[in-house]
């Protein structure tokens, strides 16, 4: 399952589909307006909602908020920044968080970020080496 988010909308998909009861409104569920992003976590299959420094949690069994949220982003993903770009948990069970050209890997398992963050995207997943730069 991935989330994305665009302006007041949050679609949640299955491999390509979009999954029943999507997309929500935002503001309808309690999230904040134009979050920065959203995704879904394997430990319990919520919607995890990110704007600025705090995390939303919406649980689409009882079409609800989780008791306890917002909290602050440091307390549910140790390290990680505010106002990230992305985020997305990926079939390795890791969870990624962009910001700008960096991305951070969390590893669910043990509540703690990965040995060598942040990491450039354009290093680790694009190939680039330090000394091309677009334009040359």
């Known amino acids: 399952m991935f989330c994305l988010t665009t ?3 949050i679609f949640r998909f299955y491999r390509t589909r979009l999954d029943p009861g999507f997309p929500i409104s935002a503001a309808r569920a309690g999230m904040p307006k134009s979050p920065d992003a ?3 976590r394997s430990v319990d299959y919520r919607v995890y909602v990110l704007k600025g420094s705090r995390v939303y949690a919406f649980d689409e069994l009882t079409r ?3 008791p306890g949220y917002p909290r602050p982003i440091y307390t549910v993903w140790p390290g990680i920044p505010k106002r990230i770009d992305a985020a997305f948990q990926w079939l390795n069970g890791r969870t990624y968080f ?7 890997k969390f590893d669910e ?3 703690m970020q990965e040995k060598c963050n942040p990491r450039a995207v354009s290093h680790s997943w694009l ?3 330090s000394d091309r730069v677009i334009g040359d």
């Open 64 to 66: 609800k908020n989780v």
């Open 7 to 9: 302006g007041d909308k």
């Open 127 to 129: 190939s680039c080496s």
């Open 38 to 40: 959203a995704l879904v």
């Open 109 to 111: 398992d043990t509540n």
């Open 98 to 104: 962009l910001k700008r050209d960096l991305y951070w």
